[in-house]
């Protein structure tokens, strides 16, 4: 591995035990492997919820950039939502 950088962190006992017994069933090669594996899935994860929220920010935005909208009020949107339930039935 290129540029690597050896960093030391403390675990609490349950989960420095599930590493050990990880590594010692074959599944991992060391415990490394596994802390390298567990911080890219949550960088994926990390990363998706930025996406999602720059999507929700852009709707937001469009929203806003359509202009108002054509209910005055939160009764008048309940209103229309039975009318329009009503013509369905």
Do not use: C, H
Not at 39 to 67: C, P
């Amino acid at each position: 591995m290129a540029n690597v950088e050896k960093v030391s962190i403390a675990l609490n006992e349950e989960m420095a035990a599930f590493i050990r017994q990880t590594v010692e069933s074959g599944e991992y090669a060391s415990q490394s492997e596994i802390i390298r594996e567990a911080l890219r899935e949550w960088k994926e994860r990390k990363d998706a919820e930025a996406s999602k929220a720059e999507a929700l920010r852009a709707l937001w935005q469009e929203g806003i950039d359509s202009g108002p909208g054509q209910f005055e009020t939160m009764e008048d949107i309940i209103k229309e939502a039975k009318r329009r339930q009503a013509v369905k039935a």
